[in-house]
C-alpha cells in the first residue's frame, strides 16, 4: 500500500523560509516523479513543483519558481520542498502526491498524502 | 497558461440521482484531462484521466468522456460516498485544476 507522510508545516513569518518533507512507502520509490501540490484555505488545488524520480528535472508553478526548491533522496524515499522568502498567499495545506510513472512526469496524481499546513504569518 | 473552469460550481443531488459536471479548458489539451474527488475533510482521489479511464479500483457508475476544450465527468447513481468536491485536471502542459464542483445532498 502506498503511504505517504508530510512534514515540517508550521506558521513561519512573512519573508521566511520552511522545509517539508514527505516519507514514502509501499513502492519503488526511485521509479516514480514526485510533486507537491497545495490547497489554500477553502480554495481548489494549485500544482506547485514535480521532480522526476532520477531528481534530475524539476519544475515549478511561476508563483513559486525562484522561491522554492523540490528534492528528493532516493536512498531514504524522501521528497522536500525547500520555501524560502514565504508569502501571504503561500498559506496552504501541502500535499505530497505521486505522479503515475518515474521519467519525464505525467503530472497526474495517483496517490496523495493527508497534508501539512503551512501558515505564513506577518 | 492553461485555465480550467468547471460547471456548476455547486449542485444538489439525491441518492441514485445521475450527476453531471462539465470542464472546460482554454485551449485544447487534448485528452490530458484527470477528474479528482475530495470528500469532506479528504485528500483527493484521483477518479479518471486521459479524459475516459477508470482509475483502478474505482466504481464504474463513475464515467469521463471528451476531448479538446470539452470533458464531463458522470456519475450514473449518486452513492452516500460520493457527496464531495470534485476537481477537473489539464496535464497537457505541466498541471492546472478546475475550480471545483462541490456536490452536496439535496
Known amino acids: 500500500e502506498v503511504q505517504l507522510l508530510e512534514s515540517g508545516g508550521a506558521v513561519a513569518q512573512l519573508g521566511g523560509s520552511l522545509r517539508l518533507s514527505c516519507e514514502a512507502s509501499?513502492?519503488?520509490?526511485?521509479?516514480?516523479?514526485m510533486a507537491w501540490v497545495r490547497q489554500a484555505p477553502g480554495k481548489g488545488l494549485e500544482w506547485v513543483s514535480i521532480?522526476?524520480?532520477?531528481?534530475?528535472?524539476?519544475y515549478y508553478t511561476d508563483s513559486v519558481r525562484g522561491r522554492f526548491t523540490i528534492s528528493r533522496d532516493n536512498s531514504k524515499n524522501m521528497l522536500y520542498l525547500q520555501m524560502n522568502s514565504l508569502r501571504g498567499e503561500d498559506t496552504a495545506v501541502y500535499y505530497c502526491a505521486k505522479d503515475t510513472t518515474g521519467g519525464a512526469p505525467n503530472y497526474y496524481f495517483d496517490s496523495w498524502g493527508q497534508g501539512t499546513l503551512v501558515t505564513v504569518s506577518s | 497558461d492553461i485555465q480550467m473552469t468547471q460547471s456548476p460550481s455547486s449542485l444538489s443531488a439525491s441518492v441514485g440521482d445521475r450527476v453531471t459536471i462539465t470542464c472546460r479548458a482554454s485551449?485544447?489539451?487534448?485528452?490530458?484531462v484527470a477528474w479528482y474527488q475530495q470528500a469532506p475533510g479528504r485528500v483527493p482521489k484521483l477518479l479518471i484521466f486521459d479524459a475516459s479511464t477508470l482509475e483502478s479500483g474505482v466504481p464504474q457508475r463513475f464515467s469521463g468522456s471528451g476531448s479538446g476544450t470539452e470533458f464531463t465527468l458522470t456519475i450514473t447513481s449518486l452513492q452516500p460516498d460520493d457527496f464531495g468536491t470534485y476537481y477537473c485536471?489539464?496535464?497537457?502542459?505541466?498541471?492546472?485544476f478546475g475550480p471545483g464542483t462541490q456536490v452536496e445532498m439535496k
Open positions: 521532480l522526476s524520480g532520477s531528481g534530475l528535472s524539476d
Open positions: 485536471q489539464q496535464y497537457q502542459d505541466y498541471a492546472s
Open positions: 509501499g513502492f519503488i520509490f526511485e521509479n516514480y516523479a
Open positions: 485551449e485544447s489539451v487534448s485528452v490530458w
